[in-house]
Structures are given as structure tokens and as C-alpha cells.
């Protein structure tokens, strides 16, 4: 694929300079041409222009965000074999686990908010559990195949906003299941004030939005 980059420029940046920048015109033109023009006005005329700087760098950051998702390669399915076990692996999980309920002091439990290391586990990849889900969601770029259902033994990405008890603040630090047949069935770890597993329709998961699905990463080949 050969991408016309003067083609798209012409496009995109001019788009984004004139939905960010023209809202700001008339304020600046009218404080700027002010016959009793003074240093108050000019101070208004450069809040003005620094807005409209800052919204379009916003504009272009979010530009590039959605390019890069664009052009993102395309995932790569895991051989089929290892899509059964991990399948299997996580469905021999929750029938040990379903209907059980645990919570931080529980520590024989391994994924207290754990919900990214579950599916890297299924998949023994251990490596690539992220630190958030979030962020894999981000890196494997899973918002490019939102318009479809998630095919078997994908990684299922959703928003989920946490807020921290201690600062008041909320951060999105994501959640993430895995597709265990071809009709959008998922298997989960639940966050919250206790943690369990669960099978339901991606669709359904509380306290999530959802993003998209994307294969994890292939092994790292061996050392010879």
C-alpha cells in the first residue's frame, strides 16, 4: 500500500485548522481591529490565538491517533492449536472457579485486578501482560476491529474507568476478556470491590465499554 502523503495532507491538515482555528477568527480580527484597541484587548487577542494553537495541536495529536489505526498492520491469528488451549485453558479456569467470590485478602487468588495477566496466562504469555489493559488495547491497536465480533480465542478490550479512593480521581485503566467461541461469548475476571470469573456476551459486561478485539503478540522465536 502506497500512501499518498501530499494527497492526505491537503486533506487532513487543513480540515483540522479550519474546525479548530475559524471559531476563533471572529474574536481575534474583532479585538484585534478595535478602534479603542488597548493592552486589555491584546491580551484577549493572544488568549484567543493560544486557544486556538492548542486545539489544533489537540486536533492533529488525535489525527495521527486515528491514522496509526489506520495503518496499523493487520493482527496476526495465533495457529489453532494454541487458540484451543487457550480456549480450554480458560474454560477449565472458570468451571474451578464460577460462583466463587474473592477479594484482596484472599492470596491464594492471582488476579486481584488481574484481569490483563488472565488472558496473557491463557495464552502463556506471560511477557506481555501490560500493566493496564488499556494499554494493550492501545499497543495492539484493538479499536481498528470494533465493527465485528470478536472471532475465537481474541483478546476482547473495553473501556473501564476506576476511580482511585484515595484522590477522588478516575483513570481508565481498561479491562480485558477472552472470546471463547464465535458468537461473542467471553470469559472474565471481574473487577470491584471483589473479584470473579465470568462467561457471558461481551456485550453485556458491566461496568465496561467496549473497544474492539486483537490477537496478543506471536512467541519471541528462540534462541538458536
Known sequence: MILEKPRLGRRLFPRIVLAQVFPQLPVVLGLLLCPGCDEGCQRQADRAVE???????????????????????????????????????????????????????????????GCMKFVANAYRRE???????????????????????????????????????????????????????KVGTVIHVSTGSTSKVLRENYMEVKGATYIGWAWPKPKAAKKQ
Open 51 to 113: 486557544d486556538a494553537k492548542r486545539k489544533v495541536e489537540q486536533g492533529l495529536h488525535q489525527a495521527a491517533k486515528e491514522l496509526a489505526e489506520q495503518l496499523a498492520p493487520a493482527p496476526v491469528r495465533p495457529d489453532p492449536e494454541e487458540i484451543k488451549a487457550a480456549v480450554a485453558w480458560a474454560e477449565t479456569f472458570y468451571q474451578a472457579h464460577k460462583g466463587q467470590k474473592y477479594t484482596q485478602a484472599d492470596g491464594g487468588w492471582p488476579y486481584w485486578l
Open 127 to 181: 511477557f506481555q501482560s501490560y500493566s493496564y489493559a488499556i494499554d494493550g488495547a492501545n499497543d495492539l491497536h484493538a479499536g481498528k476491529n470494533k465493527a465485528t465480533v470478536p472471532p475465537m480465542g481474541s483478546w476482547v478490550f473495553f473501556d473501564c474507568w476506576v476511580k482511585d479512593k484515595e484522590t477522588g480521581v478516575s483513570q481508565n485503566m481498561g479491562h480485558v476478556a477472552l472470546a471463547v467461541d
